[in-house]
């Protein structure tokens, strides 16, 4: 199944994982090998596709002082474009749209989906109401691309402000109103503002008469102070409870895993009715391995957490990347440096493939046509 496909079927869950582009300067052979890595890295997991984040410095956001120093990336959808052709998979990839002009957007558009191939963005608001920004607002990006119809685009959804707003369910109506196919939260580690936001948006949908779409739930390890940090500067409510746990626990890192665990479990149980479907993000929010590693070890667990919860047996498998590219959904980019197809070797990267019957299975890519082998088969049946 494509990662448009999934992204629009309320029938199935949909799972993603969170790469950020190299910095502004990293050259096309390191790009390259750097997302040849982050690939192979990720090829156990049975992902539908990738996300790629649009990094501003969000000046505004808050008076907290920015725990990371800003630095400009390499543009997220030149970036993105690499995904396919080692993965088989597409990517929902990030864009601010206040930075630039309405016409910039228009250009970065007709690059991003004529150029790089891409077929779902995710446009991104002023990170703050109190500035002023030279381009459009989020309403104006929206009705403009919607009016283009030449891309399917989701927009962000924030528990937090529903909390302290009140008026979360109905931004989003009006984000679907306007085009956004779907809706992806930041970092979650408070439930309550999740399960809040999800009920009533799922109430004012049944009041319209509307199907909900999708909301892929965001979560990310943490085992470091800075980390943490770094995640209230992002504006994620983090509950004293759930601080004091994770960053006095002997392993934080394995704690805030822990801790995810059961903030989904939570949600699952205290959602059951509302009829929003949803799906999961993992994304790592450092450069740090311990929290890296982390993110796969989450993902896994939660993606098994979520499909448990469905109550019908799942299972999963492998494909060839190259018999997919040739299949019809080839790629694009030029050929990979030496180094690149040495990190792929023998790699695989997982897909999830649509319902069968009463099974969902969870599609496994092997990715090792990358370096003209087969590879193994993967040794591990995930069944419920």
């Known amino acids: 199944m494509e990662l448009l496909d999934s992204l629009n079927d309320s029938t199935r869950p949909t799972f993603l994982f969170g790469s950020t582009p190299p910095r502004e300067g990293t050259t096309e052979e390191k790009a390259r090998i750097s997302c040849a890595k982050f690939v192979a890295r990720s090829r156990a997991l049975a992902i539908d596709g990738y996300i790629v984040y649009d990094i501003q410095d969000e000046k505004g956001r808050t008076e907290l002082e920015r725990p990371f120093p800003f630095r400009k990336t390499l543009d997220p959808s030149w970036y993105a474009s690499l995904f396919h052709d080692l993965s088989a998979k597409h990517c929902v990839v990030y864009k601010s749209v206040v930075e630039n002009s309405m016409e910039n957007l ?32 989020i309403s104006e990006a929206m009705l403009h691309v919607k009016k283009r119809n030449d891309v399917n685009f989701g927009c962000v959804s924030i528990p937090e402000r529903h909390t ?7 931004n989003m109506l009006r984000k679907v109103n306007k085009g956004a196919k779907w809706f992806i939260t930041q970092g979650i580690f408070d439930s309550g503002a999740v399960c809040k936001m999800l009920h009533d948006y799922g109430a004012r949908c049944k009041e319209q008469g509307v199907v909900p779409k999708k909301v892929i739930l965001t979560f990310a390890p943490c085992g470091r102070p800075k980390t943490m940090t770094f995640i209230k500067w992002l504006g994620m ?17 394995a704690e805030s895993v822990a801790v995810a665990e059961e903030l989904l479990v939570y949600i699952l149980e205290n959602t059951h009715g509302c009829d929003v479907p949803i799906g999961i993000s993992v994304e790592s929010l450092s450069i740090f391995k311990e929290e890296i590693d982390a993110a796969h070890t989450m993902f896994r667990n939660l993606q098994a957490i979520l499909l448990n919860s469905r109550g019908s047996p799942w299972s999963v498998k492998w494909y060839d990347v190259n018999s997919v590219i040739r ?12 180094n690149a197809r040495k990190a792929l070797k023998n790699g695989i990267s997982p897909s999830p493939s649509p319902s069968t019957g009463s099974t969902d299975l969870i599609t496994i890519v092997l990715a090792a046509s990358l370096a003209g082998l087969l590879g193994g088969l993967l040794g591990r049946s995930l069944a419920k």
């Open 327 to 338: 299949s019809g959904s080839g790629g694009n980019n030029s050929p990979l440096p030496p």
């Open 237 to 253: 409510n983090v509950p004293e409870a759930v601080y004091d746990r994770i960053m006095n626990a002997e392993a934080s890192v």
């Open 164 to 170: 302290t707003k009140g008026n979360e369910d109905m």
């Open 106 to 137: 228009d250009m970065w558009l007709d690059a991003a989906i004529y150029t790089h191939g891409h077929r779902a963005v995710n446009l991104v608001g002023a990170p703050s109401s109190k500035m002023q920004y030279k381009g459009p607002t």
